[in-house]
């Protein structure tokens, strides 16, 4: 055999067994929360929130009747002044249009739950912005009402002569008795 068609072959050596190579380490993996916590903390600053929590736990901060309609959009925290104590800082909130007057209206109640779960008064102001909701789901239509319940309501509207309102009232009167 010529050298160059020798380099090709390999040669049988014997490895050493090493027991502590050949086991698995263990398994160490970490919840992707973790993982992504810079990224989201980043992404969050970027919009002037000190803390993800305001945004990730506003059902609970601002209450599940207020939160329904809003959500905050970020934080503006103006200029430190030398000398000078730091100004609280604005919340902006993205609101659906319609809510926009009750959502100002409830601006002390909502500035006060904000500032009791920062546990100081960081945000002064509210601003608002009308567009519609990012996390929005859309409510569930609720389920007709039963046959039997529909067919008795009717029974008790033999008053009514016309036959397409006796059946949209006792649709009605059922759908109000099971609420």
């Avoid at 067994?17 to 919840?31: D, E, Q, R, T």
Wanted: glycine content about 4%; overall charge positive.
């Amino acid at each position: 055999m010529t050298r160059a068609s020798t380099s090709f072959f390999v040669q049988d050596r014997r490895l050493s067994y090493n027991p502590l190579m050949s086991k698995p380490g263990p398994i160490s993996a970490k919840p992707l929360s973790i993982l992504l916590s810079d990224v989201f903390t980043d992404a969050y600053a970027k919009q002037g929130f000190a803390a993800r929590e305001l945004v990730t736990r506003w059902t609970e901060i601002a209450g599940e009747r207020i939160a329904a309609y809003c959500e905050p959009l970020k934080m503006q925290w103006p200029r430190p002044v030398e000398g000078q104590p730091q100004e609280p800082a604005t919340l902006v909130l993205r609101v659906e249009g319609p809510m926009a007057l009750e959502i100002q209206h409830s601006s002390d109640v909502i500035l006060e739950r904000v500032n009791r779960f920062f546990g100081w008064h960081a945000v002064g102001r509210l601003t608002i912005r009308q567009a519609p909701l990012s996390r929005r789901s859309r409510p569930s239509r609720p389920r007709p009402p039963d046959a039997k319940t529909v067919a008795r309501e009717a029974a008790n509207l033999a008053a009514v002569e016309d036959d397409d309102l006796r059946a949209a009232l006792a649709r009605l009167g059922a759908s109000i008795k099971r609420n």
